[in-house]
């Protein structure tokens, strides 16, 4: 059987904290709309900050003009605000700034140096598939082995090295984790589609499309029917 046309894994995920893990455009195709996510609002006072609650409904309705305006006004009042630093990284890399992207995560790490949802967004901007890149996220996952960030990241590193069984393994992780994620799913089911999986990607790729019912994803439902169009008439469908 012919290997399967080249996927493209969706760029942005939900991660239990953040919409942290941004990844190289050149390879997983553009981001569309955010995920409104579930970080803590407050300031250190307890007061809940206007900015961040106005910035996550801008990338809720996908304006990311005015998400940039809200998040950047939160980090004015608390340079040290890790979450609204990753969120003015992950609107730089959507609208293509590259060098801004890595400011905002250079800024989110000084802020929280041991925050591995940092680490799993930088590994991501940088698009690094370097051993030195692979090393990093495993220490991290020694120390946080239950990540579905880092578990992403480390599955997205392994699939630009075409490592798609163990980009499998990783995704895996990284749904089970989080399993009402769709990226999370559709990313797996990409690695599978790869790995000749077949039977097990059209599963997952209907799991990713259910979820995404639920929760804004990454990737467009129109290119997975497609590819489920393609597989089913192989005799795939569970």
Same mark, same amino acid.
């Given at each position: 059987?012919? +290997?399967?046309?080249r996927?493209?894994?969706?760029?942005?995920? @939900?991660?239990a904290?953040?919409?942290?893990?941004?990844?190289?455009?050149?390879?997983?195709?553009p981001?569309? @709309?955010? =995920?409104?996510?579930p970080?803590?609002?407050?300031?250190?006072?307890?007061?809940?900050?206007?900015? %961040?609650?106005?910035?996550?409904?801008?990338?809720?309705?996908? *304006?990311?003009?005015?998400?940039r305006?809200?998040?950047t +006004?939160a980090?004015?009042?608390?340079?040290?605000?890790?979450?609204?630093?990753i969120?003015?990284?992950?609107?730089e890399?959507?609208?293509g700034r590259?060098?801004?992207?890595?400011?905002?995560?250079?800024r989110?790490?000084?802020?929280?140096?041991?925050?591995?949802?940092?680490?799993a967004?930088?590994?991501?901007?940088?698009?690094?598939?370097?051993?030195?890149?692979?090393s990093r996220?495993?220490?991290?996952?020694?120390?946080?082995?239950d990540?579905?960030?880092?578990?992403?990241?480390?599955? *997205?590193l392994?699939? +630009?090295?075409q490592?798609?069984? =163990?980009?499998a393994?990783?995704? %895996? =992780?990284?749904?089970?984790?989080?399993?009402?994620?769709?990226?999370?799913?559709? *990313?797996?089911a990409?690695?599978?589609?790869?790995a000749?999986?077949?039977?097990?990607?059209?599963?997952?790729?209907?799991?990713?499309?259910?979820?995404?019912?639920?929760?804004?994803?990454?990737?467009?439902?129109?290119?997975?029917? %497609?590819?489920?169009?393609?597989? =089913?008439?192989t005799?795939?469908r569970?």
């Amino acid at each position: 059987m012919d +290997r399967p046309p080249r996927r493209h894994f969706a760029g942005r995920a @939900r991660f239990a904290r953040w919409m942290a893990l941004v990844a190289a455009t050149t390879l997983f195709g553009p981001p569309c @709309r955010a =995920e409104a996510p579930p970080p803590h609002d407050a300031t250190e006072a307890g007061v809940l900050d206007p900015d %961040r609650l106005l910035g996550r409904a801008a990338l809720r309705d996908g *304006n990311w003009a005015a998400a940039r305006s809200a998040f950047t +006004r939160a980090v004015g009042r608390n340079p040290q605000d890790a979450d609204s630093l990753i969120a003015l990284a992950t609107i730089e890399h959507h609208a293509g700034r590259r060098e801004a992207a890595a400011h905002w995560l250079v800024r989110a790490e000084q802020a929280a140096p041991a925050d591995p949802i940092v680490l799993a967004a930088r590994t991501n901007v940088a698009g690094s598939s370097s051993p030195q890149a692979e090393s990093r996220i495993k220490r991290a996952l020694h120390l946080h082995p239950d990540s579905p960030p880092l578990h992403f990241a480390l599955g *997205n590193l392994y699939a +630009r090295q075409q490592r798609w069984p =163990e980009a499998a393994l990783a995704f %895996r =992780e990284a749904s089970s984790g989080d399993p009402a994620t769709p990226d999370y799913l559709y *990313n797996l089911a990409v690695a599978l589609d790869h790995a000749g999986r077949l039977p097990e990607a059209a599963r997952h790729y209907r799991a990713a499309l259910a979820a995404a019912g639920e929760r804004s994803a990454a990737f467009g439902s129109a290119a997975v029917l %497609r590819r489920l169009s393609e597989l =089913e008439p192989t005799g795939v469908r569970p």
